[in-house]
């Protein structure tokens, strides 16, 4: 059990370009959970997939972000057109199961500023 | 709509002190619930969790919380404050079904004076 893994750790981009983070989770975890943090705030969830399939997306999940998972295995999200509000700590979490008791495991998170 | 609250953003207690965390949620439903602690630049780690056994649940690192329904609480506590116990403590909840997600408070931030 290496841990949820996360790339980048850091990400500085300019206004209008696109940005993609790789989150790899325990293996065999079968759900995959994507949040974001802003300074002062708890983590708000964006996006999950049981598997392959993404199952559920938050409204904050604008047109500009798009989140996959092929083959079940890790996930990227990717940001087009990034705006200063993207500007974010991208957390991503998996699990085993998903009865809503089980324990989301996280990684340590990739940072983005986008100037 | 299903929230958590977490009253106070930052507390400070001395080593050695009684460290007391609060959270309620609102929700007729009583949802699995969850505090994580978050170390500077590090991801977030479990605690503890309430799955509808016991409401005295105890966790890591001398951490303990009870669930009260009557009051929509799961109030964090420890007996004695540790240095290292300095971090960032969120209290979350989960619905479970098709809702996987959790839904966290604001946080917590605890500080430990020496």
């Known amino acids: 059990d290496t841990g949820v893994s996360q790339n980048p750790r850091h990400k500085i981009t300019k206004r209008g370009q696109n940005v993609t983070f790789r989150c790899d989770p325990i293996?065999?975890?079968?759900?995959l959970y994507w949040y974001r943090q802003t300074l002062g705030q708890g983590p708000e969830f964006l996006t999950y997939?049981?598997?392959?399939?993404?199952?559920?997306k938050s409204r904050l999940l604008s047109d500009r972000f798009s989140a996959e998972r092929p083959k079940g295995s890790f996930s990227t999200l990717e940001i087009q057109r990034t705006e200063q509000g993207d500007s974010a700590m991208y957390l991503c979490a998996s699990s085993l199961g998903g009865g809503g008791q089980e324990t989301q495991y996280f990684g340590p998170g990739t940072r983005l500023l986008v100037l | 709509a299903q929230s958590v609250t977490q009253l106070g953003s930052h507390v400070s207690v001395s080593e050695g002190a009684l460290v007391l965390l609060r959270c309620n949620y609102s929700s007729s439903v009583p949802p699995y619930l969850f505090w994580y602690v978050q170390y500077p630049n590090q991801g977030l780690q479990l605690l503890l969790k309430y799955t509808s056994a016991a409401t005295l649940v105890k966790g890591i690192n001398g951490f303990e919380a009870e669930f009260k329904k009557s009051e929509t609480s799961f109030h964090l506590t420890k007996p004695s404050a540790h240095m290292s116990d300095a971090a960032e403590y969120f209290c979350?909840?989960?619905?479970?079904?098709?809702?996987?997600?959790?839904?966290f408070g604001k946080g917590t931030k605890l500080s430990v004076k020496p």
């Open positions: 293996s065999e975890h079968n759900r």
């Open positions: 997939f049981q598997n392959e399939a993404q199952l559920e």
């Open positions: 979350a909840v989960s619905y479970g079904g098709s809702q996987g997600n959790l839904i």
